[in-house]
Structure formats: structure tokens, C-alpha cells
């Protein structure tokens, strides 16, 4: 779950961690009013789910109330294309105005979970800022990389050893050590798959500020805080995801026009690999899980065929706990209401899996069969067409 900028610099200072005086503005009138508070010179920052705002003229360093009023005009609104956005680009709809900063140095910190050893990992490098990713491809061993034991969590030291790593001594070393073992803190007690300050900044006058805030929480701990959902702005996120999260189905959609139903996350990435691998291309990721009802799967049917990209379903299906009989029928009943005419591949195998062929071929729908992964997959990118 992503959340925007201003958010996770609340949620920061919470943890005693120092960030720029800001407000959030929802009208170009705020963004003036906000100026004038902070003394006439500010940055404006577009808050939108996507990094690379500062590439694509999200953020602007503004000189009087005058010039943040026509920025705030300028940005509400304004559809911003980043290399984090895809072509469709994120419209802006809120901006932070906060106070400008005199920087000395910038550096990178950030603390998210590695998937191989399954542990938070704290990242740091010397060199912060919008090339961190430049950096991390041609430079690695510029790159720090502490791998936290959850037993023993991170220790004082070993904050201190990363900071003296990225250069920094006496007070203002044992200042980042505090920072990283808040930002740890916070990581923790909030649920972050991700807690990201890019640039952290050193001031002229030595003070350590967090200068741009990256929060992800993890999803599956949403249980645990039930104000999170309060924080998303949906403003930014793709209707049919919305939809999707509403019957409780891990939908994320993608560039392509070969729509997805599989059951199960591991069966579905290597059903997204087998289409790009015969030239197709997914337009979605769709997991229904392993025990959907029959209106659940029309439900997940429904929400592919509303996807205007979408030429084509592909339907791979191992029953297990899930039946074959019950996918087929909410195949046939979001097909029937919505009119598809589409074509459909389906591979099934497991539970009823008789059943559900029968099912499938007696329901007059533009659907074909095959008990076979690659068969299926070179099927419907034959009728769909390479990309």
C-alpha cells in the first residue's frame, strides 16, 4: 500500500526524525497562502504515487507567493509521465509546499525487506538523489548494505559503522545513528515494506533532514491498523484495481491486451512469463485465490472484461481447493451478463475437472479448451496477435 509524500513525513516527524516545514495544498489558492506563511520562497512538489516527479516539472523551487500561486495553477490537475508511471502518467491532485532548504550534502537511506534472506535490509550510499538508480547499476560498491537479524533487530553500532561509512562524524554522526534507529523503529512498528529518504541532507548549518519520504506498508498486515485505508488517495489508483479490492482479489494491472485469471500468485507470474515468452502481452495480473466462490470468479471475469485493452482471456486453473466446476460456471455467468464475444482460452486441471470442461463447451461463449499450459498460451496469442 503506497501512500503519498506529505503522509509519510507526518508519519516520520512522529518518529523524531527532522523534515522541512510544509503543508499540504489542495487549491492553488492554499499553495499561495502557504508561501506567504513560509516567507515568500518555497518548493512546490506535486504528491503523486510515482518517483521522478522533479524530472517531469512535479517539483519547483518558487521565488514569492506569486510564483507558487501560477505553479499550484500549473500542476493541479496536470497529468505527470514518469519513468515510474508508464505513458498514462498520474494526475496531480494534491501539492506539498514546504520551506526551502540550504543543502550541503545529500545522501540515501532507506530501510526494505529482501526477499532472498526473507529480513529488513538498511541501504545507504553517500550519494543520494534522483540518479540512485544510475547509481546502483554503474556504481554498486558505492551502495551499503546492512541485513538486520529480527532476533537482535539493528544495534547502535552498526548504525554507527554505516554512518561513518557515508562520511559523517562527531555529533552529526551520532545524529544519523538516532535516525537510522528511529527509522528502524518506525519500520517496525508500522508495517513498512518500505521506508525510503531519498535525499536525506546534511544542512549548511549541520543539521541531518529528511528532504523526500517514500512509505509503503505491508499489505498483509493492514489488519493490525485499520487507519491506513484512510490514507490512500484513490484519486491515483486504477479503478479496476479498486474494484478488485472490493471482493478482495489481487488484481494489478498491466500494459497488454491478453487478459488473466489464474489461481494462486506462483502459478500466475509463470502463466505472465509463458505469454511473453509466445510474443503475447498480459494486461493484467489476476490471482482469485485457492477457495473462490462461483460469484467471486464472475466477480474477477467481469472486472478483465472491463478492461478496454483487453482482446482476448486467458484462463489457467489448477483445482485443488478451487474447483474447476465453480470457475467454469463464473466464467459462463460474467460472459452471459456482460455480452463477451471475446475469445477464451481456458486451461484447467484438478478438482471436477470433467465438469467444468462440460460446462465451458455447452455455454455457446467463444471459448476453447486444452488441458496444456503452452498449448493454451500459443492459442490465445494466436487469436489475440503477437506484440
Not at 510544509?22 to 512538489?45: F, I, N, P, S, Y
Not at 500549473?74 to 508511471?85: A, E, M, N, W, Y
Not at 546492512?146 to 552529526?172: E, H, N, W
Not at 491478453?258 to 505469454?275: K, P, W
Request: glycine fraction near 10%; charge should be negative.
Amino acid at each position: 500500500m503506497n501512500i503519498h509524500e506529505y503522509q509519510a513525513k507526518e508519519i516520520l516527524r512522529s518518529f523524531g526524525i527532522p523534515v522541512p516545514r510544509g503543508r499540504l495544498a489542495l487549491t492553488a489558492d492554499q499553495v499561495e497562502r502557504t508561501a506567504k506563511e513560509l516567507g515568500g520562497r518555497c518548493v512546490v512538489k506535486a504528491q503523486i504515487y510515482a518517483g521522478g516527479r522533479g524530472k517531469a516539472g512535479g517539483v519547483r523551487l518558487v521565488a514569492n507567493p506569486e510564483e507558487a500561486l501560477q505553479a499550484g495553477k500549473d500542476l493541479f490537475g496536470r497529468k505527470l509521465v514518469t519513468h515510474q508511471t508508464g505513458p498514462d502518467g498520474l494526475i496531480c491532485r494534491r501539492i506539498l509546499v514546504e520551506e526551502p532548504v540550504d543543502i550541503a550534502r545529500e545522501f540515501y537511506l532507506s530501510i526494505t525487506l529482501d526477499r532472498q534472506s526473507s529480513r529488513y535490509c538498511l541501504i545507504a550510499s553517500a550519494e543520494g538523489g534522483m540518479e540512485i538508480e544510475a547509481l546502483a547499476a554503474t556504481s554498486p560498491e558505492k551502495i551499503h548494505i546492512l541485513t538486520i537479524d529480527p532476533f537482535v533487530g539493528l544495534r547502535t553500532y552498526q548504525a554507527r559503522k554505516l554512518a561513518l561509512a557515508l562520511g559523517m562524524k562527531g555529533s552529526l554522526c551520532e545524529d544519523c545513528v538516532k535516525l537510522m534507529m528511529n527509522l528502524y523503529r518506525c519500520c517496525l512498528e508500522k508495517d513498512c515494506s518500505l521506508v525510503e529518504i531519498n535525499p536525506l541532507v546534511v544542512t549548511r548549518t549541520d543539521w541531518l533532514m529528511a528532504m523526500d519520504a517514500k512509505i509503503n506498508f505491508d499489505d498483509n498486515a493492514l489488519f493490525r491498523h485499520p487507519e491506513y485505508p484512510e490514507l490512500l488517495d484513490y484519486s491515483q489508483l486504477d479503478p479496476l484495481e479498486i474494484t478488485a479490492g472490493e471482493f478482495e482479489l489481487s488484481y494489478i494491472k498491466l500494459r497488454g491486451n491478453i487478459g488473466c485469471m489464474v489461481n494462486g500468485a506462483g502459478l500466475a507470474m509463470a502463466t505472465l512469463d509463458m505469454l511473453n515468452e509466445y510474443g503475447g502481452a498480459p494486461a493484467n495480473f489476476l490471482d482469485v485465490g485457492g477457495g473462490a466462490s462461483r460469484e467471486r470468479v464472475a466477480e474477477a471475469f467481469k472486472i478483465i472484461l472491463d478492461d478496454p485493452d483487453v482482446k482476448g482471456v486467458f484462463v489457467n486453473i489448477f483445482g485443488g481447493i478451487m474447483r474447476c466446476d465453480v470457475i467454469a460456471e463464473g466464467i459462463v455467468d460474467a460472459a452471459s451478463q456482460v455480452g463477451c464475444t471475446l475469445p477464451i482460452v481456458v486451461r484447467m486441471d484438478g478438482t471436477l475437472v470433467d465438469k467444468g470442461r462440460e460446462i465451458l463447451l455447452a455455454s455457446g461463449l467463444n471459448v476453447d479448451y486444452t488441458n496444456f499450459l503452452a498449448d493454451g498460451v500459443e492459442k490465445i496469442v494466436g487469436k489475440v496477435g503477437r506484440q
